[in-house]
């Protein structure tokens, strides 16, 4: 990826890609490096900023990690990622209520 960068350092989608490959590998410091740099250029890219949103959720700054979600919807309200991560935290609140729920009726 680094390789294709070199070759076209102007493309966003290059940088993006390898920046969501690093948080996958729990490289968190590169990756805000490449999105840092794109929204240096560019500071509605919400893909940038929903890779941003990444690296803080997983390093445990959910208010920060929401956040850049949010201005990522923003910027494109149609923006899959943001709306399956959503989807999945619905999803994990609705089971939670409904856990507390259960063990409350059955104390």
Known sequence: ???AINLAPACTAFKINRAEALVHLERYPEAISDVTDILSRDRMNADALYVRGLCF???DLPDKATSHFQQALRVDPDHS???QLIRVGVGILC???W??????REL
Request: proline share 0%.
């Open 1 to 3: 990826m680094s390789r």
């Open 57 to 59: 959720y997983h390093q």
């Open 81 to 83: 990622k943001c709306k």
């Open 95 to 97: 089971m939670t209520l």
């Open 99 to 104: 856990l507390l729920y259960a063990v409350k």
